[in-house]
Nanobody
Framework: QVQLVESGGGLVQAGGSLRLSCEAS????????MGWFRQAPGKEREFVAA????????WSADSVKGRFTISRDNAKNTVYLQLNNLKPEDTAVYYC?????????????????WGQGTQVTVSS
């Protein structure tokens, strides 16, 4: 069983920054691919970014490239998402997720465990 707890969301003006954190339970955290997804009201959940167990391989959605950065600290069982130059369309609930198979996927169905989400609201 893996538990994921996100934090760091909030209200920020357009152009501002936030750093989201996701702390995971479980001794095998360093083996998981970790991902961030988001869901805006009335929309489907969408992929944001993911990072392989080593931290050397990352990938992200085109809509956030150059603005969002994913990273991880395996010693702290934590994955981060740095959000810069935020836009109103980034407003959503942000979820972290764990892929125990390490498939390196952008598909939500490939992720086994999910956090409860943290709200990010960007005002114009």
């Amino acid at each position: 069983q893996v538990q994921l707890v996100e934090s760091g969301g909030g209200l920020v003006q357009a152009g501002g920054s936030l750093r989201l954190s996701c702390e995971a339970s479980g001794r095998s955290f360093r083996r998981y691919t970790m991902g961030w997804f988001r869901q805006a009201p009335g929309k489907e959940r969408e992929f944001v970014a993911a990072i392989k167990w080593s931290g050397t391989s990352t990938w992200s959605a085109d809509s956030v490239k150059g603005r969002f950065t994913i990273s991880r600290d395996n010693a702290k069982n934590t994955v981060y998402l740095q959000l810069n130059n935020l836009k109103p369309e980034d407003t959503a609930v942000y979820y972290c997720a764990a892929d125990l198979q390490g498939s390196g996927s952008a598909l939500a169905a490939h992720y086994d465990y999910w956090g409860q989400g943290t709200q990010v609201t960007v005002s114009s």
